[in-house]
């Protein structure tokens, strides 16, 4: 008897997604699939623990892919945060489209409820991370506390505009879904523009120092 080869990886997304597009459905069983494609089911256990997990690590995938394409760019590393987090949309939703079928399947049975799909749980933890290390500039309140539920305030803030883009661009019929690149620039503008602390901090200071000047002249 041959043989079985062995498999990627990526090989196994690449045949699982194309499963579930030909046929609109997960594959029955991970037996069933590995028989089909000629591989030991032993190898899909070395990457994926089910279904589920494959699932999300796709999503998760398309956020790593992102990442590895900015990071070839020179002119991305001496980016601001707005500016990198611009990059990282236009490109994240370059590679969505290049997977439209599987994205719109998968996730429009779910895309009034996106915040609490477990499918994203991947896709969130990367992203809020990457979020967390662009160096957003955040008021300093110089009491740990705050400064958490400050930053947790962001990630979470962040990850819902992700998931608004996300629907946006799953409705958007217009031409190369250039909608959605309006949309990407008006909405993460606006959101740095609200974030922008350099004249809130100016107003705490002038706050601050009539504060004292009114102490001085009591």
Do not use: C
Not at 30 to 36: E, G, L, P, T
């Amino acid at each position: 008897m041959a043989a079985k080869k062995k498999i990627s990886k990526n090989k196994i997304i690449d045949q699982f997604m194309a499963y579930v597009l030909e046929h609109n459905e997960a594959p029955k069983s991970v037996f069933i699939f590995a028989k089909n494609n000629d591989f030991e089911e032993a190898e899909f256990y070395k990457y994926f623990a089910s279904f589920d997990a494959l699932e999300r690590s796709i999503f998760e995938a398309f956020f790593e892919n992102a990442i590895k394409l900015l990071e070839k760019n020179e002119d991305y590393t001496i980016f601001d945060a707005r500016n990198k987090l611009l990059s990282f949309y236009y490109t994240f939703f370059e590679i969505l489209t290049a997977n439209r079928s599987y994205v719109v399947y998968t996730l429009s049975k779910h895309k009034n409820t996106l915040k609490d799909l477990r499918i994203l749980t991947g896709l969130k933890t990367h992203f809020t991370d990457y979020i967390e290390k662009l160096g957003i500039q955040l008021l300093d309140f110089k009491q740990d506390q705050l400064d958490k539920i400050q930053d947790h305030s962001l990630k979470e803030s962040a990850w819902f505009q992700l998931l608004i883009t996300m629907k946006f661009w799953m409705d958007d019929t217009s031409p190369s879904f250039e909608k959605t690149d309006i949309f990407i620039e008006k909405s993460v503008n606006t959101t740095f523009d609200v974030l922008d602390v350099a004249p809130l901090k100016s107003m705490i200071d002038l706050g601050k120092f009539l504060f004292k000047e009114k102490i001085k002249m009591s």
